[in-house]
Structure formats: C-alpha cells, structure tokens
C-alpha cells in the first residue's frame, strides 16, 4: 500500500489529468483543460489540468454544481508576473489575467511557503468555493472557504478573502523587487477588484497551486477517488458561505 502513496510530481499528475481531460474535438463538448490551454496561452497547461480536475472532482461530490467561472493562481511564479486566471466556463472565455499578492510568511518576490494557520500570514493552497460578499477594512471583498481539510479549511477562521489592494501595484514593485504582500489574501490591483469580485461571488471556484509534494499527493481533489468524508464538510462549507453567514474573524 505504501508504494501507491509515493508523492505524485506535479508532471506526472498533470499530465494524467490532461490525458482524461483531453479535447474531443468538436463545437458543444464538455469543457477540457485544452480549452482552457487555449484561451490562456501563457499559463502553465498541467496546473490548468490539476484545476479543472479538482473542479470537476467537487461538483461531482455535490459541491457547487452550478459553478460557472474558474480561478487558478499559479504561485510558482514570481509576483511581479501576471498568475491569477479567472475563466467564465460556459462562454469559454478568459475574462482576467492579473497580478494577485501572496502572504507575507510566504515569502519575497516568490512564495516558498504556504500554511493553514492562523497568524502565520501565509498562503495557503487547494481548491475554495467562494462565498458572499462585505465590505470590511480592505473595502469590497470577497469570502472563500477552504475544501481541503489541513490544507485550507481555515480559511475563514483566518479571514482569508480576496480584496484589493494598493500595493498590488506592478509598477512600483519592479521599484523594490517585489509586489505589496497580504496578510494571506489573494489581494489583486484595486481597479480589478470590484469587477472580479462580482465575477467570482457566490459558488465559484478559487483553484490556488504550488509544487508542494505533500499537497499534491494528499488531496482528495487531485485524487478524485480518494474523496470521502471531505465532500460532506466542503457541501456544508458551501451552503454556510452562500447563506451568507458571517466569518468567524474579523476581516484583514
């Protein structure tokens, strides 16, 4: 048994979903990370696969079945570069390519760590539904509840939203060396934020990667028959954050 829980590399993972995920070829199939391939050319087509397969993983345990729009970040990249994509999944279209800041305890111009813990001011990773919207101290912002038990599911007991932010700022950050950092947010270029909000709110998709070997060879999302008693917390995730219910922590 222990020879079938070796870490799975982000290649050979990737690579898997593509394959199953490959286009059939004609107008009106279902949506394949090939498509998503084509609409974004300049992201990474394996973290494109792993997201649209720990999308499709949820939905077909019952979580937000009717999602219709898709975000992936791609924290391998540096964050003076674009890495957050956010795809409308029934028009086919790439609606954002954007700057998006990482916590503070993840690192510099790269992120290198990630946690689930409060006070640690890091990113965290995984697959969140997002919830409603507030406005609170960063403005008009955005809930997400973390599906992955360990990995993100205290995501609102940290008040892990998305938000602008004015150090989100590309140009000022080629200054220093970096973009701004959140304490742990997604926070993205405050022109954007409002649009991209109500883009994203009430049961869509937040999918946030990185090469982490324990991550990737843990999560039920990237291991679809792996999923078991994580479907039941994230279906009651998903009706306590469209319901509106508020964070458990003030927001940051």
């Known amino acids: 048994m222990r020879a079938m829980l070796r870490p799975l590399t982000h290649a050979a993972l990737a690579a898997a979903l ?17 498509t998503l391939a084509r609409l974004a050319p300049d992201a990474d087509r394996g973290v494109l696969a792993l997201a649209l397969g720990a999308m499709r993983c949820a939905q077909n345990h019952g979580i937000a079945m009717d999602a219709e729009r898709l975000a992936v970040i791609d924290y391998r990249r540096p964050s003076l ?30 992120a290198r760590r990630f946690s689930n813990r409060s006070g640690s001011h890091e990113s965290s990773l995984g697959l969140f539904v997002t919830g409603g919207t507030y406005t609170g101290r960063n403005g008009y912002s955005l809930r997400m509840q973390g599906l992955e038990a360990g990995v993100n599911d205290q995501a609102q007991a940290r008040a892990i939203v998305m938000h602008g932010a004015s150090y ?15 304490w742990g947010c997604p926070a993205v270029r405050n022109i954007v934020a409002q649009p991209m909000i109500d883009t994203l709110k009430g049961g869509q998709f937040v ?38 219910r508020p964070l458990l922590a003030a927001p940051r």
């Open 18 to 34: 593509f394959t199953v995920l490959a286009p059939a070829g004609h107008a009106g199939a279902p949506l394949h990370a090939a």
């Open 81 to 110: 570069e674009p890495r957050l994509w956010v795809f409308d999944l029934t028009e086919r279209k790439l609606l954002y390519e954007e700057h998006v800041a990482h916590g503070q305890g993840s690192g510099h111009n790269f």
């Open 168 to 182: 989100v700022d590309p140009h000022a950050g080629h200054a220093m060396g970096r973009l701004g950092r959140s």
């Open 207 to 244: 999918f946030a990667y990185y090469p982490d070997e324990d991550w990737l060879r843990r999560s039920s999302f990237l291991h679809c028959g792996a999923v078991g008693t994580q479907t039941a917390a994230g279906r009651r995730a998903v009706s306590e954050t469209t319901e509106g």
